[in-house]
């Protein structure tokens, strides 16, 4: 676990939704600090209408509208349709 993480027992998942504000370089912080805490961490785009997905030890990917966001070792058995987020 990474010392910059806050917390001695860290949570599982961890969602950010991005804003317009929000600049590249505090999202790419706190996503850097998530991943060496080996959190599930979903970076939520509503403007594009898409979930970056920074699962611990696998590539990250990119689910989007028509794709569907699945919890995959945190959540096992939960999934979600995107086009059912963004209505």
């Known amino acids: 676990m990474s010392d910059e993480y806050p917390d001695p027992d860290p949570p599982l998942l961890a969602v950010e939704i991005v804003s317009p504000t929000d600049t590249a ?3 790419r912080a706190k996503r850097e600090i998530y ?11 509503p403007q ?4 970056d997905v920074y699962a611990p030890g696998k590539p990250a990917t ?3 509208e028509d794709g569907v966001l699945d919890g995959g070792e945190v959540l ?4 979600l349709a995107l086009g059912e987020l963004f209505v």
């Open 25 to 27: 370089n505090v999202i």
């Open 35 to 45: 991943r060496q805490a080996n959190i599930l961490y979903w970076e939520l785009y």
């Open 48 to 51: 594009s209408r898409s979930i």
């Open 62 to 64: 990119t689910v989007g």
């Open 76 to 79: 096992p058995g939960f999934t």
